[in-house]
């Protein structure tokens, strides 16, 4: 099935830079953003996310302190990300 969505100019550019960071197409991207956001795919991602949960759960971590770590790494993520595109 083919679907034609309208995506904002910003939405659009970022899933080009996610692409292309990832050496996917846009339409690649897109389709495994939808699956992971599907009912099929959440029952997937909570079976293989589930030893992380567990992890967490076993450390200690309170959510918030959960939420600052993915945020750090987040952020050291993007910044290498720009470093890479900047020198290319």
Same mark, same amino acid.
């Given at each position: ?17 996610? =692409?292309? +960071? ?8 897109? #389709?495994? =953003? ?8 959440? =029952? ?13 759960? +076993? ?16 952020? =050291?993520? #993007?910044?290498? #990300?720009?470093?890479?595109? +900047?020198?290319?």
């Amino acid at each position: 099935m083919t679907l034609t969505i309208n995506l904002p100019p910003a939405t659009l550019e970022q899933l080009k830079a996610e =692409a292309q +960071a990832s050496g996917k197409d846009v339409e690649t991207v897109v #389709r495994e =953003a939808v699956d992971a956001n599907s009912p099929v795919g959440s =029952a997937r991602s909570a079976e293989v996310l589930k030893p992380i949960h567990d992890a967490v759960e +076993a450390s200690g971590m309170s959510e918030d302190d959960v939420n600052d770590l993915i945020d750090t790494e987040l952020k =050291a993520v #993007r910044a290498e #990300r720009r470093s890479s595109q +900047a020198k290319s």
